[in-house]
């Protein structure tokens, strides 16, 4: 077993590269493999997107692709993927090594911006790495600031992580340092998510703009691609030109997404809420209440009684 890999994790290993390092080829662009990271650019105009893997990266099927290339290639912008072969955190020497080559080479000055993406484990990597190019722009959704117990001591998630990485050595460790370096970044989050709101206060600054949203959960990019929102709610971020009155407008088709939905009820309910829970869900659509709703209906319904 990987030494920083849950066994679960490497039950569903997904190391196919192949068909990135070919395209990379025929673009023209860069393949360079560590040991635990693969870093592949594509070359491209107006802007680079530096894009960095999630947890669930390893567990995706089919060839792999970097974070957010299809965005990227689709609008003629550069692409710079950092994507796993072993979710350690970006803690490898090896690879902030390399892009610390690639921004001396000039790779990131050469382009007239430059966006860093991520989430989860991702976003910690947009917010880390913006160092690399100072005044970006960074993107992160869920984003954790450090794992470690002198930054973070409210993280008690992620335990093997934090047990089998060295969290001592302060190079390239800490988000909330170097997040100061971005011109401008964009935070979303779910602030009923007690670490990520945590982690969130850790990343602050004039630059800085929370989305804080409840019940987007922490997989706030499929919550997002549920209501039909998510391509241009991250290009109008990649870009820094998303504002918060377009944010909240964005946020209104939330309430024609079922998922959400049952979230915001499932947590009034779970408030005591019940009579609220019942007008809402009676004055639902009938082809919108799915088998998670009608159940919640008949807990609810329970749950009233007993009180």
Not at 1 to 21: G, P, R
Request: with cysteine; aromatic share 10%; hydrophobic share 35%.
């Amino acid at each position: 077993m990987n030494e920083f890999s849950s066994k679960k994790t490497d039950d569903h290993k997904n190391l196919n590269f192949e068909w990135i390092k070919q395209e990379v080829e025929t673009a023209g662009g860069s393949f360079h493999e560590t040991e635990r990271h693969v870093i592949a650019h594509f070359p491209g105009k107006d802007r680079l997107l530096v894009s960095f893997d999630n947890l669930s990266s390893l567990r995706s099927e089919g060839a792999r692709k970097p974070w957010g290339h299809d965005l990227a290639r689709g609008l003629g912008w550069g692409s710079l993927g950092v994507m796993t072969k072993a979710n350690d955190w970006f803690r490898s020497t090896e690879l902030s090594d390399h892009l610390t080559v690639l921004r001396d080479q000039g790779l990131f000055s050469s382009y007239p911006a430059v966006s860093m993406y991520g989430a989860s484990m991702g976003g910690y990597g947009a917010c880390l790495f913006a160092p690399l190019a100072p005044g970006c722009t960074v993107v992160a959704f869920a984003p954790q600031s450090s794992l470690s117990a002198l930054d973070a001591p409210f993280e008690k998630r992620y335990r093997y992580a934090r047990r089998s990485l060295d969290w001592s050595t302060p190079e390239w460790r800490d988000a909330a340092q170097s997040l100061p370096a971005a011109g401008k970044a964009y935070l979303v989050y779910d602030p009923t998510v007690r670490g990520d709101l945590l982690h969130a206060r850790r990343l602050h600054g004039p630059q800085v703009i929370h989305f804080a949203w409840p019940d987007l959960t922490h997989k706030v990019p499929p919550s997002l691609k549920r209501m039909g929102i998510l391509k241009p709610l991250v290009q109008g971020m990649l870009e820094g030109s998303m504002t918060t009155t377009q944010f909240h407008k964005l946020l209104r088709a939330r309430m024609a997404t079922p998922v959400y939905v049952y979230r915001m009820l499932e947590r009034a309910s779970a408030k005591g809420h019940y009579d609220l829970v019942e007008r809402v869900i009676s004055g639902l659509p009938a082809d919108f209440t799915n088998w998670k709703i009608r159940l919640l209906r008949r807990q609810n319904r329970r749950n009233s009684n007993t009180v």
